[in-house]
C-alpha cells in the first residue's frame, strides 16, 4: 500500500496487478524539536553578518518581504522573530512595512495573511502586497550583463534595511529556492520576470532543478537581490512532511549557500534507474491549482535525468479546486495551453514568439507533454485539465488503466514520489532500490 498526499488529506492506493510500485523519498533528517528557539539562535549567531539587532536602528525605513500563500515558509514563526529583532533595536512599528511577495500569483486574501503572520501582527503592521504590474510601484535598477533588467518592488528597493524569509528547497529554475528569490522574483517586475522565465532561459542546459553553478537564473537573480540591497534573510530547510530541519540567518548569499548543503543531503536521493511511470505527490498549498501542482511533473521530468522514460506517463493527485489558477501567470498558463493544437508546435511558436510572464509553464509543461502524458486524478476541474493538454481521471485505478493503455502493456514499473516538490531523484546505476 502506498500513501500520497492529496489537498490536507491522502490517497492510499496499491498499484494494479502486475505492476511494481519502487517508493522514492528524500533522506530523513531530524525535525527541529524548537522552530522557535532554533530561530533565536539563529539570529543570535547570524552566518556572516552582525545580528539583525545591530544592522538596526532607529529611524531606519525597513522592508521586510515574506513568501506567500504557495510556499510554506512557516512565516508566522519567523517573521515574528524578525519584528521583536526590529523592536530591540528601537525600529518604531511605523518604519516597518511587510510586503508579501507574490511575483505574478493572484494577491493574498486576508485570511491567507492571517495565516502567514498572525492576526496580531496583521493589525499591527503595514502589510503589502507586491503589484508587479504598477510602474508605480517599482524601481528600476538597470541590466545584469546578461541583459535581463533587474526591476523591484520601490518599498523593497528604497527601504534602508530590506530583510527577506524564505524555503531552500529544490526549484525548476533557480536550482535551489530561497535566499535571493523571495525578492528577485516575489517582489520582481513583470518586466524582469518574463526575462528570467523567457525561453532563451529556460532552455539554456544550465537552468535545471539543483543547479547553481552556471545556472544563469541564479545568477540573474542574485545579481536583483544584490542590487535592491536585501541585507539579511531567516531561511529554512524542511522534510517532505513539512517540518522544518535547519534554519540559519545572515548575509543573503553566504546563509544562503550554507542551507544548500542542508538541502542537498536531505532532498538528493538516488534510483537506479528511469521507470516506465511515477506517482508524484504534490499536496497543500501546491496543489489548490493546476498551475502549481503541474510542478511536481515538470520537477520529476527535469531531474537530472528524466525520472520517467520517454513514452511514459506521471500521474499527479491533486484536486486542484481553483481550476488553473487566479492569478495574472495562472490565467496567462491556461490560455496559452488552450491555444495549442498539439506541444511540438506549440513549442516551436513559443520560441519563436516568446510570451508573457506566467507563460513559462505552458512552455514547460510543453517539454514534459512532448515526451510523456501528464495524468490528473482526482480534479475537481476535470475540463480545465482537458483543455491544458493533460488527461483527468477519476481516481488512482483509472489512472493506471490509462497509462497502461498508454504504452501498450500492464507489466509497468512506477517509481511512487510522495512528496515530488522536495525530492529530487538522481539516476545512479548500480543503485539497489
Same mark, same amino acid.
Given at each position: 500500500m502506498f500513501r500520497v498526499p492529496f489537498g490536507r488529506s491522502y490517497i492510499d @492506493?496499491? *498499484? &494494479?496487478?502486475?505492476? !511494481?510500485?519502487?517508493?522514492?523519498?528524500?533522506?530523513?533528517?531530524? *525535525?527541529?524539536?524548537? %522552530?522557535? #528557539?532554533?530561530?533565536?539562535?539563529? %539570529?543570535?549567531?547570524?552566518?556572516?553578518?552582525? *545580528? %539583525? !539587532?545591530? $544592522?538596526?536602528?532607529?529611524?531606519?525605513?525597513?522592508?521586510?518581504? @515574506?513568501?506567500?500563500?504557495t510556499r510554506s515558509s512557516p512565516d508566522q514563526v519567523l517573521v515574528p522573530a524578525l519584528l521583536a529583532e526590529l523592536e530591540r533595536a528601537g525600529v518604531r512599528d511605523r518604519d516597518i512595512t511587510l510586503l508579501c511577495g507574490l511575483g505574478l500569483h493572484r494577491p493574498a486574501t486576508v485570511e491567507e495573511l492571517e495565516t502567514k503572520l498572525g492576526a496580531s501582527v496583521l493589525k499591527r503592521f503595514r502589510v503589502e502586497s507586491h503589484r508587479p504590474l504598477d510602474p508605480s510601484d517599482l524601481v528600476d535598477l538597470g541590466v545584469t550583463t546578461q541583459g535581463v533588467p533587474l526591476i523591484v518592488n520601490r518599498l523593497a528597493a528604497e527601504a534602508d534595511l530590506l530583510l527577506?524569509?524564505?524555503?531552500?528547497? &529544490?526549484?525548476?529554475?533557480?536550482?535551489?529556492?530561497?535566499? !535571493?528569490?523571495?525578492?528577485?522574483?516575489?517582489?520582481? #517586475?513583470?518586466?524582469?520576470?518574463? !526575462?528570467?522565465?523567457? *525561453?532563451?532561459?529556460?532552455?539554456? &542546459? #544550465?537552468?535545471?532543478? #539543483?543547479? $547553481?553553478?552556471?545556472? &544563469? @537564473?541564479?545568477e540573474a537573480i542574485s545579481a536583483a537581490a544584490r542590487r535592491a540591497g536585501l541585507k539579511f534573510i531567516l531561511n529554512v530547510v524542511q522534510d517532505e512532511m513539512k517540518r522544518p530541519v535547519a534554519v540559519l540567518a545572515g548575509e543573503p548569499e553566504a546563509t544562503f549557500g550554507r542551507l544548500v548543503q542542508a538541502a542537498r543531503k536531505l532532498y538528493e536521493t538516488p534510483i537506479p534507474r528511469q521507470f516506465d511511470l511515477a506517482v508524484a505527490g504534490v499536496g497543500h498549498p501546491k496543489d489548490a491549482n493546476i498551475y502549481q501542482a503541474c510542478r511536481a511533473a515538470s520537477y520529476l521530468f527535469f531531474a537530472p535525468t528524466s525520472v520517467v522514460r520517454e513514452g511514459g506517463a506521471i500521474i499527479l493527485p491533486a484536486p486542484t479546486p481553483e481550476g488553473a489558477g487566479q492569478g495574472l501567470g495562472e490565467k496567462r498558463f491556461l490560455e496559452t495551453m488552450r491555444s495549442a493544437g498539439d506541444m511540438t508546435s506549440l513549442l516551436a511558436k513559443l520560441r519563436r514568439t516568446g510570451y508573457p510572464p506566467g507563460a513559462q509553464r505552458a512552455f514547460i509543461m510543453a517539454k514534459v507533454m512532448e515526451k510523456i502524458e501528464v495524468i490528473v486524478v482526482g480534479s475537481e476541474t476535470p475540463e480545465i485539465v482537458r483543455q491544458v493538454h493533460m488527461t483527468p481521471a477519476r481516481d488512482m485505478d483509472e489512472a493506471f488503466r490509462l497509462a497502461a493503455r498508454r504504452m501498450g502493456r500492464t507489466g509497468l514499473e512506477a517509481a511512487v514520489v510522495p512528496q515530488a516538490l522536495l525530492t529530487l531523484p538522481i539516476v545512479t546505476p548500480g543503485e539497489s532500490d
Open positions: @492506493f496499491d *498499484p &494494479p496487478a502486475g505492476m !511494481r510500485g519502487v517508493l522514492v523519498t528524500s533522506r530523513t533528517a531530524t *525535525p527541529l524539536p524548537d %522552530l522557535a #528557539g532554533a530561530v533565536a539562535s539563529a %539570529l543570535a549567531a547570524p552566518v556572516n553578518s552582525h *545580528p %539583525l !539587532r545591530d $544592522l538596526a536602528r532607529p529611524g531606519l525605513k525597513v522592508c521586510l518581504v @515574506f513568501t506567500d500563500a527577506a524569509t524564505g524555503l531552500v528547497e &529544490p526549484h525548476q529554475y533557480a536550482g535551489y529556492s530561497g535566499g !535571493r528569490k523571495t525578492v528577485a522574483i516575489g517582489a520582481g #517586475g513583470e518586466a524582469m520576470i518574463a !526575462r528570467t522565465h523567457g *525561453p532563451e532561459m529556460v532552455d539554456h &542546459p #544550465g537552468t535545471r532543478l #539543483g543547479r $547553481l553553478e552556471g545556472n &544563469p @537564473f541564479h
